[in-house]
């Protein structure tokens, strides 16, 4: 039997030279005549151990890692292939703690199992869920989801199972699924590694919600930049139209974003979807109402409908049994910036920012104190080291003035200076407002500017006022979260370290 090696073509990966150790390992395989197979897979998200290879044992895959070129020829004469010892050995990968203290459900499969094998996909449970359901009536579908406790894991938390409720209730023949894959915050690669490691679980999460609300199409719409994602997305729709699993009943495409922040937030994304500029929308109608060609439609971002497989394959009671308080289920942790072990943590909500921070990063790659986090992309909150117990919940994050979002955490060391971050949100939101709202649209540049005097010492507490007056007409008055947003990072920057603002 020939041994299998897993190597991830992750965009991660791919970044730091795994189809290089492809190449490498396939040179050392002719060269020495040896019967091996390479499986392509995603990647595990321990990137710091990329180019990560594992070698299938009868004990299980052994970790060798980070693998350079350099190093290949000394694998292989040290047996890597029968798992044996070498400097770069992790041992089992499964018992590596980062991976083995997670409870990993929507992120099972992914750096597992070869990203565009249908048969892999089965083998691994893959449609599990969605055969369930085609046993129950499509009401039972959105009950269990309700029932599961699933929030929207594209930042608002709004409960899943109530937006398809009201999509089934809303009259009309022709209604659509719309997956969000516009992942533009910073620190955030979540939808990028289900795309590109796992397809078939979005796939089949997108024909079960097409089920449970009686619609015949659905789009994924992908931001430009995910080329990979693209290709892979592509592809496994094709398989899955010759596998037999679309196109009865439920037809799927993949289209490419417009290149915009804005297009994020979901009447945006409509309006691009639809062929035009990419502008917020007045709500109501809400998209569940009037959505996409004016028809009823179910937005959700690629973690929530994801997760709809292994609800219906387990039950609702299952997921619900994860997490804390109203926030049920995994939480997928995105770990950026100045950290040890930038990764991907899937876990139960209600560990702390501490504990996401210190026991899987490692703290600081600076080694230098940290002094902020940010958590929940461009338009969360800066917070002190004093609020680094803060659970990772909704609800919890709401009360101290945060934004759990998209589950991205970016680490800063003392180095930071909060008063160019609080500059740099404001001018994200001047450059990526689609224009429509005039709070957005000029809030944005005055606040730019006024942060600009502050910086420069002229007349602090003057402009620190008109700072703290356009956020609270930006929080009051701009058409979508983009503008309502953008005072979450400016303030905390200001309330929470206020020494920044008052350099000499």
Same mark, same amino acid.
């Given at each position: 039997m020939s041994t299998k090696i897993y190597i991830s073509i992750d965009t991660a990966a791919v970044s730091i030279g795994s189809l290089t150790i492809i190449q490498g390992i396939n040179q050392e395989f002719r060269s020495r005549g040896i019967d091996a197979t390479i499986v392509r897979t995603g990647s595990r998200g321990l990137f710091w151990l990329e180019p990560l290879v594992e070698v299938e044992t009868p004990a299980g895959r052994v970790g060798y890692g980070p693998v350079t070129t350099d190093a290949i020829p000394s694998l292989f004469a040290a047996g890597f292939l029968e798992g044996r010892p070498?400097?770069?050995?992790?041992?089992?990968?499964?018992?590596?703690?980062?991976?083995?203290r997670q409870q990993r459900l929507t992120f099972a499969r992914c750096g597992i199992t070869d990203p565009l094998s249908l048969a892999d996909y089965e083998a691994h449970g893959g449609f599990r869920g969605l055969r369930r359901a085609l046993a129950m009536e499509p009401a039972a579908i959105v009950e269990e989801l309700v029932a599961s406790g699933l929030r929207g894991r594209g930042g608002a938390g709004f409960p899943t199972g109530v937006k398809w409720r009201t999509v089934l209730q809303a009259p009309g023949p022709e209604k659509y699924i719309v997956c969000n894959a516009d992942e533009g915050d910073s620190g955030t690669y979540a939808d990028r590694m289900i795309m590109e490691g796992d397809p078939f679980v979005l796939i089949e999460g997108m024909i079960i919600a097409g089920m449970?609300?009686? !619609? !015949?199409?659905?789009?994924?719409y992908l931001r430009s930049e995910y080329p990979a994602a693209f290709r892979v997305l592509k592809r496994a729709i094709a398989i899955a139209y010759d596998g037999g699993y679309l196109g009865k009943g439920f037809d799927l495409e993949?289209?490419?974003? !417009?290149? !915009?922040?804005i297009c994020g937030e979901e009447t945006s994304l409509l309006e691009s979807l639809e062929g035009k500029r990419g502008q917020v929308r007045f709500k109501p109608p809400l998209p569940a109402l009037e959505g996409l060609f004016g028809k009823p439609t179910v937005v959700n971002n690629v973690i929530s409908l994801a997760t709809v497989p292994i609800i219906l394959d387990k039950g609702a009671r299952y997921y619900a049994d994860y997490g804390m308080g109203r926030s049920r289920g995994t939480l997928t942790i995105q770990l950026a910036g100045n950290v040890r072990y930038a990764g991907l943590i899937e876990t139960a909500f209600g560990m702390t920012l501490r504990e996401a921070i210190y026991d899987y990063g490692g703290g600081t790659a600076s080694g230098r104190p940290l002094r902020a986090v940010q958590v929940g992309g461009p338009l969360g909150a800066y917070f002190p080291e004093s609020l680094l117990d803060t659970p990772l919940d909704y609800e919890a994050f709401a009360e101290r003035k945060g934004l759990l979002g998209h589950g991205g955490i970016v680490v800063f060391d003392d180095t930071v200076d909060l008063a160019r971050q609080a500059r740099f949100a404001m001018e994200f939101c001047a450059i990526e407002s689609c224009g429509k709202c005039t709070p957005c649209r000029i809030g944005s540049t005055r606040g730019v500017e006024a942060i600009d005097k502050i910086i420069a010492n002229q007349q602090r507490d003057k402009n620190l006022q008109i700072v703290e007056d356009l956020c609270e007409l930006l929080q009051d008055g701009s058409l979508c979260a983009l503008g309502g947003l953008t005072p979450v990072p400016v303030l905390s920057a200001i309330h929470h370290f206020p020494e920044d603002f008052h350099r000499v």
């Open positions: 070498h400097p770069l050995c992790l041992g089992l990968t499964e018992e590596l703690p980062y991976l083995k449970a609300v009686g !619609a !015949a199409r659905g789009y994924i993949v289209r490419l974003g !417009a290149g !915009a922040y």
